[in-house]
Nanobody
Framework: QVQLVESGGGLVQAGGSLRLSCAASGGTFSRYAMGWFRQVPGKEREFVAAIRWSGGSTYYADSVKGRFTISREKAKNTMYLQMNSLKPEDTAVYYC?????????????????WGQGTQVTVSS
């Protein structure tokens, strides 16, 4: 069973940076896609970014393009989300997700494994 553990969230001022990490275990990830989603209380969880573990193709929500960078370190089974130029509207709980045979990288239901989430708060 795949287990995902996020870390790296926190409080940062607008314009600042944070790097989230997602440590994965319990699977052979060469066939997986992994992604980041975020959720604000009272709203649906939304797609942020995703990456295909094997080839490294990346996908981003329009709202984070040019500011966020997703990457993975195969040797450590760890995925990262480098977040720069943070805005107050980026405040959310960020979730790491993994899925086999993900057809649509932005579709939450294509991802079968989820982490517990890490809070990111951006102050104005």
């Amino acid at each position: 069973q795949v287990q995902l553990v996020e870390s790296g969230g926190g409080l940062v001022q607008a314009g600042g940076s944070l790097r989230l990490s997602c440590a994965a275990s319990g699977g052979t990830f060469s066939r997986y896609a992994m992604g980041w989603f975020r959720q604000v209380p009272g709203k649906e969880r939304e797609f942020v970014a995703a990456i295909r573990w094997s080839g490294g193709s990346t996908y981003y929500a329009d709202s984070v393009k040019g500011r966020f960078t997703i990457s993975r370190e195969k040797a450590k089974n760890t995925m990262y989300l480098q977040m720069n130029s943070l805005k107050p509207e980026d405040t959310a709980v960020y979730y790491c997700a993994a899925g086999l045979s993900v057809a649509t990288m932005s579709r939450e239901s294509d991802f079968g494994s989820w982490g517990q989430g890490t809070q990111v708060t951006v102050s104005s």
